[in-house]
């Protein structure tokens, strides 16, 4: 059984920063695209990041390039994402994403989904 688990969420001002954690057990997960995506409150989900099965490339969201970063840990089953300068608008529970091939920017084509933590940024 495929499981994601994300953590790390919370409540920060705009600024902050904020890591976020996606342990994966069930699957082979070097053999997997790892992404996060986003849903903020009556919007639908869009991606943020991903990252390759060896980590050595990385893909991002416009509105995020150059404050989040995403990372992966093969030996530890494990994706992060470093959300730095974090925005009102960065509000959203966030999702973490697995698939064995590309596109992994597209939602509809996500294999497994973790359960998303929640991440809300005041003023």
């Known amino acids: 059984q495929v499981q994601l688990v994300e953590s790390g969420g919370g409540l920060l001002q705009a600024g902050g920063s904020l890591r976020l954690s996606c342990a994966a057990s069930?699957?082979?997960?070097?053999?997997?695209?790892m992404g996060w995506f986003r849903q903020a409150p009556g919007k639908e989900r869009e991606f943020v990041a991903s990252i390759s099965r060896g980590g050595y490339s990385t893909n991002y969201s416009d509105s995020v390039k150059g404050r989040f970063t995403i990372s992966r840990d093969n030996a530890k089953n494990t994706v992060n994402l470093q959300m730095s300068s974090l925005k009102p608008e960065d509000t959203a529970v966030y999702y973490c994403a697995a698939r064995t091939q590309l596109p992994i920017n597209v939602p509809d084509f996500v294999r497994y989904w973790g359960q998303g933590t929640r991440v809300t940024v005041s003023l």
């Open positions: 069930g699957l082979t997960f070097s053999s997997y695209l």
